[in-house]
């Protein structure tokens, strides 16, 4: 069963440096998203992505937050300057189209940061 | 989309039916009801979801009500397993993100 895939699993890094992480998708969605869960918390949402462009943001995806789809098959997230406050999990999530709105959520990337 | 209430915890014995509710009283009518869990920190997995009608599949049932205010999760017969936190999320089907409550923790017991 094709499944969303996701890596580093996990990843430490001391604040102010940037990271990126990376998310295969099911083949053939066309929707892309991010949340991330702060250790004990519920889980959020912070963009969602189709046609090469942002289709939704929260207000957590400020200006240190960036999506790309650099080819057919990563969807990356990068957190240009990181801070203590963005250690948590990232899941990467996808769907196969507008109107189908079941979201496969990929194993997750638990990020710390020192 | 609409708010759902769930209770926060539920124990169920191993090899019992597990019933979890969901309250969605201000759903409307295009609003679907969807069923996640959450097993650890494991990245939240599908299990259901419906309209109007009773879903099932061979994870679990789905059992809205007629009014559609409330639903029921039904794991028909819970193993140490289905020890996770489950999430109902109603939602538009065009809708874009899913917003994720406090869910119910469920503690499958031997």
């Known amino acids: 069963e094709p499944e969303v895939t996701q890596t580093p699993s996990h990843q430490v890094t001391q604040m102010g440096q940037e990271v990126i992480l990376r998310c295969v998708p099911i083949s053939n969605h066309l929707y892309f998203y991010w949340y991330r869960q702060i250790l004990g918390q519920k889980v959020e949402f912070l963009v969602s992505?189709?046609?090469?462009?942002?289709?939704?943001k929260s207000e957590i995806f400020d200006d240190q937050f960036s999506v790309e789809r650099p080819d057919g098959s990563n969807f990356t997230l990068k957190i240009r300057s990181t801070k203590l406050e963005d250690s948590a999990m990232y899941f990467c999530?996808?769907?196969?189209?507008?109107?189908?709105?079941?979201?496969?959520f990929g194993p997750g990337t638990r990020l710390l940061v020192l | 989309d609409a708010k759902t209430t769930q209770p926060t915890s539920m124990d169920c014995a191993e090899g019992r039916a597990a019933n979890l509710p969901c309250n969605h009283s201000t759903i409307s009518g295009n609003e679907y009801v969807y069923w996640y869990r959450q097993i650890h920190s494991q990245g939240p997995q599908y299990i259901i979801h419906?309209?109007?009608n009773n879903e099932t599949n061979e994870m679990a049932s789905l059992i809205i009500t007629e009014d559609r205010k409330s639903s029921t999760l039904i794991l028909p017969h819970a193993t140490l397993r289905d020890t996770a936190v489950y999430y109902c999320i109603v939602t538009h089907n065009a809708g874009n993100m899913l917003t994720f409550g406090g869910g119910t923790r469920l503690m499958v017991k031997p």
């Open positions: 999530a996808s769907k196969v189209g507008r109107l189908k709105e079941t979201q496969y």
């Open positions: 419906g309209l109007k």
């Open positions: 992505f189709y046609n090469n462009e942002i289709s939704e």
